[in-house]
């Protein structure tokens, strides 16, 4: 077997896994169900990533790499907004999105959900510099939130869909969707002195931001 068949296989059995494990979840997921979806022997899997745990990390793997391209292609682009870069990125995540799903609500999946931290704590320490008032809660904390909603998305997205009146997946969904979020995000709720007097009134000490 060359190496660009060897790659192959190895590709096959990781969109397998992918697969397997957002239907049947990790625990229930079998190394010979796996292979046979991929069209490779148990023995093939196992000379590729070894174990079955080796084998899920190398699904995150997977994920947190396609979400980090994504995101370059973003940062690169001389011309926003004349790529649907919300469309680009469920359309990447459409077919894994039960293993996404699943794996988020069992509480894997840390390379994923850490690599959109990362990279959404990058984005706002450009925003930051624009902000009028200062952040209150440290960058992490508010990337780490930001993350989970957005996640919310692929994680309920029948209820979004309903709540839209058209599938978030289908392409008048992914535009729906990106002209819901440039709203969201262009015209807050609360302004930055709504916001203090409320946070005045919270009971308790605030966190030193770090």
């Excluded at 039960?98 to 994923?112: C, F």
């Excluded at 508010?142 to 998305?153: E, G, H, I, P, Q």
């Excluded at 392409?171 to 007097?197: F, I």
Aim: glycine content about 6%; proline content about 5%.
């Amino acid at each position: 077997m060359d190496s660009r068949e060897d790659l192959t296989a190895r590709a096959r059995i990781r969109d397998a896994a992918l697969r397997h494990f957002g239907e049947h979840g990790f625990d229930r997921a079998t190394i010979r169900g796996i292979a046979a979806t991929a069209e490779v022997s148990s023995g093939l899997v196992r000379h590729h990533f070894g174990s079955k745990e080796a084998l899920r990390d190398a699904c995150d793997a997977h994920l947190a790499r396609m979400v980090s391209e994504i995101n370059d292609r973003v940062r690169a682009d001389p011309a926003p907004g004349e790529v649907n870069y919300v469309s680009v990125s469920l359309a990447a995540v459409g077919p894994y999105r039960d293993y996404i799903r699943r794996a988020l609500v069992e509480g894997r999946a840390e390379p994923l959900f850490d690599k959109v931290v990362e990279l959404s704590a990058d984005w706002m320490a450009e925003a930051d510099k624009k902000r009028s008032d200062r952040p209150v809660v440290t960058r992490q904390a508010r990337a780490t939130v930001s993350t989970a909603m957005a996640l919310a998305v692929t994680m309920l997205h029948e209820h979004v869909s309903r709540g839209l009146g058209v599938d978030v997946f289908s392409p008048d969904g992914e535009d729906l969707l990106a002209r819901v979020l440039l709203d969201l995000h262009s015209h807050p709720m609360l302004s930055p002195d709504e916001a203090a007097a409320m946070r005045a009134r919270l009971p308790g000490k605030p966190r030193k931001r770090r």
